[in-house]
C-alpha cells in the first residue's frame, strides 16, 4: 500500500493563493486506507482551507469530490472538462494520481495536498512500516520474505554490516537490523547455508535510474 501524509495548511494555502474556486479531488484508493486522502480527509481539508481564506480575507469557492481511484483514466474522464470550471484542482491522491491528471487532463492545473512516502504495511491503527521499495528486482525468495533494500539502512545487499550489535542498526538503536532478521528466518527455515552465496552487484537500472518505469501484459491490452 502507497503511504502519504498531508502537507502542512501553510503550504497547502501557498499553492492556492490567486485561485476563486477549487475543487479538493480525494481518492479511496491508498490514501484512504492510510487515513491521508479519502472522503473524511477531504472534509477536513475544506473546513481548514475555508478557515485559512477566511482569515486572509479572500473569498474562495470551495468544492469536494472524492473518486474511486485517482490513477484509473475511466475514473478521470469526467475530470477533462469539469476541471477547467476550477482555478486549481487539489489532489489528495498519491504522487501517481497528480502526475495521472497531469497527463490526462492538460487544462487542469492540479496540485498535491500530500507528501507520498513509501510502500508500507499497516502494523496497527494509524501505524505503518516501510516494506518494500518497488526496486523492480526482488530478492526475497533469497532472504526469507525479508526485504534489505527498503529494511536495511543501507540497503546492503550482503549484510549485516559490521556496525549492527546485538541485532539492532547502528543508524538508529531502536530499528531491528534487517540482515540478522533475514538470519535468523533462514535459520528457522533450515536454509541459512545460502547467506554463504555472495549476491552479485546490484543492477540499480531496474529501480528507475533509466527513467519511468512502464509494465505491458500483452495478454490484457485489448
Not at 481518492?27 to 475555508?50: M, N, P, W
Not at 483514466?73 to 486549481?88: F, H, Q, R, S, T
Not at 518497488?134 to 543501507?154: D, F
Amino acid at each position: 500500500m502507497i503511504i502519504a501524509e498531508r502537507k502542512p495548511m501553510p503550504e497547502i494555502l501557498g499553492m492556492l493563493q490567486g485561485a476563486r474556486k477549487v475543487l479538493i479531488l480525494g481518492c479511496r484508493g491508498c490514501v484512504a486506507i492510510c487515513s491521508a486522502g479519502g472522503d473524511k480527509e477531504v472534509g477536513v481539508i475544506s473546513a481548514a482551507l475555508r478557515l485559512g481564506f477566511k482569515k486572509a480575507g479572500q473569498e474562495v469557492e470551495i468544492h469536494e469530490e472524492t473518486f474511486v481511484r485517482q490513477c484509473d483514466p475511466e475514473y478521470l474522464e469526467p475530470l477533462k472538462d469539469k476541471g477547467k470550471e476550477y482555478d486549481a484542482v487539489l489532489s489528495t491522491a498519491c504522487g501517481v494520481g497528480v502526475n495521472f491528471i497531469a497527463d490526462r487532463c492538460p487544462g487542469v492545473k492540479v496540485f498535491p495536498a500530500l507528501d507520498t512516502s513509501f510502500y508500507g504495511a499497516n502494523l496497527s491503527s494509524g501505524e505503518w512500516k516501510e516494506m518494500c521499495a518497488g526496486c523492480g528486482a526482488c530478492v526475497l525468495h533469497l532472504t526469507g520474505g525479508l526485504c534489505p533494500v527498503a529494511r536495511c539502512a543501507k540497503s546492503l545487499s550482503n549484510g549485516p554490516c559490521g556496525g549492527s550489535v546485538g541485532g539492532r542498526c547502528e543508524i538508529d538503536p531502536d530499528v531491528q537490523c534487517v540482515w540478522h532478521m533475514i538470519y535468523e528466518k533462514l535459520q528457522e527455515q533450515d536454509r541459512v547455508a545460502q547467506m554463504e552465496e555472495i549476491m552479485p552487484v546490484r543492477d540499480w537500472r531496474s529501480a528507475g535510474h533509466g527513467g519511468p518505469r512502464r509494465r505491458v501484459r500483452e495478454d490484457l491490452l485489448p
